[in-house]
């Protein structure tokens, strides 16, 4: 618990988060000292409305479940806070502990919000001669137009107030006018900011994401390991129509440790023929390209006694060993055995 409380991240988001909790209880004090205040004047100006006239609720009912839930609210969270800090991971702080941080700063606003609007709505509630003169006057005053929600969203004003809107300021029959910017442009423009602080933080202070260039490198190794995984694998993915000529020096040193180990009994050990032909001249019983010698490891030749290779040895490991038997060629060892065969070339 101690460790994660010296990660700065989480020391300023609990002031902050106890800063808003004193908030909170301050504005529960104001909102309830209201409420008893308006709830000691003349019955006759506290009178509640009826259901249909659209007014607040009774003062009485406000105090108590504004005050229930704050206390209840904040003790959750402190709950699920405290429960929730406990595993730490990237930098001292789990990606679950920091969502939960900001969610509880989340909450701990909207209460604030909500006790702002209790408390206006407390300040502003007016006794019944003020109410009735208010429902009075609205029934003499025409109702307005219906505004839709497209010119609310956009805040489209009337052409008959662009007078009032005009600055003064025209450039070839365009004039400026002073409207405010549509809620959608303004709030998204304030989400933005939002998203920066955090992407600033995660990215630039806490470290507990990638940046690009970190991310690339990851990404980079990652390619390398799956194209490793890919060469190892595509090694067998071979046969005697798609084999060709291995010329490096692990795949000869391969094909030559299976050769010496296996087939020297029948070719001799430099490849000068003994039971089986000779390996080093240019004569070849079955083929002298890559894929016939291939074909007869693989295959083998069971009536001049050559056996299949196919059971013991995988496509990669035939592959090497028919690339070192073609790397025999003219090598002239010492005894070599008579050609047989025809005469083979590339």
Request: glycine share 8%; proline share 6%; charged share 20%.
């Amino acid at each position: 618990m101690f460790s994660i409380l010296n990660n700065p991240f989480v020391a300023i988001m609990l002031i902050v988060i106890v800063l808003l909790g004193i908030i909170i209880s301050l504005l529960a004090n104001v909102l309830v000292g209201a409420a008893k205040y308006r709830s000691e004047q003349p019955a006759k100006e506290d009178k509640p409305q009826d259901a249909t006239s659209g007014s607040p609720a009774p003062v009485s009912q406000l105090p108590a479940p504004v005050r229930e839930g704050i206390g209840g609210a904040a003790a959750a969270a402190g709950a699920t806070l405290g429960s929730s800090m406990f595993t730490p991971a990237v930098n001292g702080l789990s990606d679950t502990a920091f969502y939960l941080i900001v969610g509880v700063i989340a909450v701990e606003l909207l209460v604030i919000v909500a006790l702002l609007y209790n408390l206006r709505v407390v300040l502003g509630i007016s006794g019944a001669k003020k109410a009735r003169a208010e429902r009075a006057a609205r029934a003499v005053v025409p109702a307005k137009p219906r505004v839709s929600w497209w010119e609310r969203l956009n805040r489209f004003r009337p052409a008959e107030q662009e007078a009032d809107l005009d600055l003064g300021h025209d450039y070839d029959g365009i004039r400026e006018l002073d409207n405010r910017l549509p809620p959608w442009w303004l709030y998204g423009f304030y989400c933005t900011i939002l998203f920066a602080g955090v992407y600033l933080w995660r990215y630039h202070v806490s470290h507990t994401a990638p940046l690009p260039a970190e991310e690339y490198r990851i990404a980079v190794a990652e390619a390398e390991l799956r194209k490793a995984d890919y060469l190892k694998k595509a090694a067998d993915n071979v046969d005697e129509n798609t084999v060709k000529l291995l010329t490096s020096a692990p795949d000869i040193a391969a094909g030559r440790a299976v050769f010496e180990s296996t087939c020297f009994a029948c070719h001799g050990k430099h490849g000068e023929g003994g039971v089986g032909p000779n390996l080093t001249d240019e004569y070849w019983l079955h083929g002298g390209s890559i894929q016939d010698v291939f074909r007869t490891i693989k295959y083998g030749w069971p009536d001049k006694g050559m056996k299949s290779w196919k059971d013991d040895y995988s496509a990669g490991q035939i592959a090497q060993i028919a690339s070192y038997v073609k790397s025999l060629a003219g090598t002239h060892p010492d005894n070599p055995k008579a050609p047989q065969g025809t005469l083979y070339k590339p």
